[in-house]
Each structure stands twice: as C-alpha cells, then as structure tokens.
C-alpha cells in the first residue's frame, strides 16, 4: 500500500536558520505530493504541492521537489521566521482520490 | 463563499454511546472525503463521496461507523457505541475536483474532536 515517512520532530530552530523536512513515500502508480501545514489552533491548509516527477511546488518560501529516483520531496526554506512555527504534513495522493499523509513534523521558530 | 465547517467542533461522549459528526462542504464540491486523526499522528482516510454516492469506505475500522450523504451536499459521520480508542480529530475535506483528476486542492476543515471517556 502507499505511505509517507517523514523527519520526526520536533525541529527547532532559530529565527533566519535553514529548513529542511525530509519525505519519502511509497505508492503504486504515479502520485501527486503534497505539503500540509497545521499552524496553532487552526484546520490543514495546503502549502504547496507537484504532480509529476522533477516538478517544484513553491509557496510563502517554502519549496520541495518532486524526485521520482528516490521517492522524496523535502520541504526547504532559507530562512525561517517565528510565525512559520507549525506542524507540517507531508501527503500523496493518487488517482483514488484518498490522501495518505505522514505523521507531522512539528516546527518550532525561536527569535 | 466559506470554507468546509464541521460541528460541533469538539464533543466528549461517554463510552457506549452514539455520536454524529456533520461537515458542511463548500457549496457545489463534489467530492467529499472523511479522515480520522489521533493524537500527534498524520490524518487517516475513512471514506470517500462523489456527490451522494460513497465510493470507497475502505478506511472506516469497523461496522460501526457508518457515514452518508444523501442530498450529495452535507455530509454525516456517525459512530455507534463509542469506545475509547475512537478519540480522535474527525477531519472533514471536500473538492470541486473528482477523486480522478490529479493535483486539485482538498479544503480541509477545522475538524471535530471527539473525545470519549
């Protein structure tokens, strides 16, 4: 069946520092592949995402690459801020329509 | 118009009895899907509507949690006698999308946290 494994957290990091989740992800065909983001109190919000191999979903920042050679799609930034402190969830979905999502990372952002 | 809303948002049930969850979707979504989320773990597929008809209820654990949707709009999730391990997030998504087309957005909403005692 498909899963998501990603980095186990909690990350924390200070305020300008680099960002990396790691996400690797096992499925049959061919999936989209999405990051999630969970902030205090709030619902799941989608942050980016990429439908096929090579492509590169960016947002607020944020990037990650679609590598079909070895499965991944990392969440990167440059350099994070205090308001990026979150959970964030790594997803795949396939032409089922259902999403298997991994169990969350949870960022913190000190100043 | 508004985003998917769920209710009630959070519900504590004594074990044994029945619970239903609503989700009100984004008018004129399609799909409508239906995840399970337990305490610092990822969300869980339960079910999966296109309109009205439930097209995979592969996730739901056991027979008796039972969802539908009759009208292909709001959308029910109930779950009889309640047992302990059903504490969870109940998280609710729906699309203009049909569960075929790759990349659209699923909007998700707050979820309900049920909590059984």
């Known amino acids: 069946g498909n899963s998501v494994t990603q980095m186990e957290g909690p990350v924390t990091l200070s305020e300008e520092a680099f960002l990396t989740i790691n996400c690797t992800y096992t499925?049959?065909?061919?999936?989209?592949l999405f990051w999630y983001v969970q902030y205090p109190g709030e619902g799941l919000q989608l942050l980016l995402k990429?439908?096929?191999?090579?492509d590169k979903g960016s947002n607020k920042g944020f990037e990650a690459t679609y590598r079909k050679e070895t499965t991944s799609f990392h969440l990167e930034k440059g350099s994070v801020q205090v308001s990026d402190s979150a959970v964030y969830f790594c997803?795949?979905?396939?032409?089922?329509?259902?999403?298997?999502f991994g169990d969350g990372t949870t960022l913190t952002v000190k100043p | 118009g508004a985003g998917v809303s769920q209710s009630p948002r959070y519900k504590v049930a004594k074990r044994g009895q029945d619970v239903a969850l609503r989700c009100d979707p984004i008018?004129?979504?399609?799909?409508l899907f239906w995840y399970q989320q337990a305490l610092g773990q990822g969300p869980e597929f339960l079910t999966y509507?296109?309109?009205?008809?439930?097209?995979?209820k592969s996730g739901l654990p056991s027979d008796r949690f039972f969802a539908e949707r009759p009208e292909g709009s709001v959308s029910t999730l109930k779950i009889q006698r309640t047992q302990q391990e059903d504490s969870a997030v109940y998280l609710c998504?729906?699309?203009?999308?049909?569960?075929?087309?790759?990349?659209?957005?699923?909007?998700f909403g707050p979820g309900t946290r049920l909590t059984v005692t």
């Open positions: 998504a729906s699309s203009h999308m049909f569960g075929g087309a790759l990349g659209y957005e699923q909007y």
């Open positions: 990429a439908t096929k191999a090579d």
């Open positions: 997803a795949l979905r396939t032409n089922a329509g259902k999403s298997t």
């Open positions: 499925a049959t065909g061919y999936p989209s």
């Open positions: 509507f296109q309109n009205e008809a439930q097209l995979d």
């Open positions: 008018s004129g979504h399609v799909s």
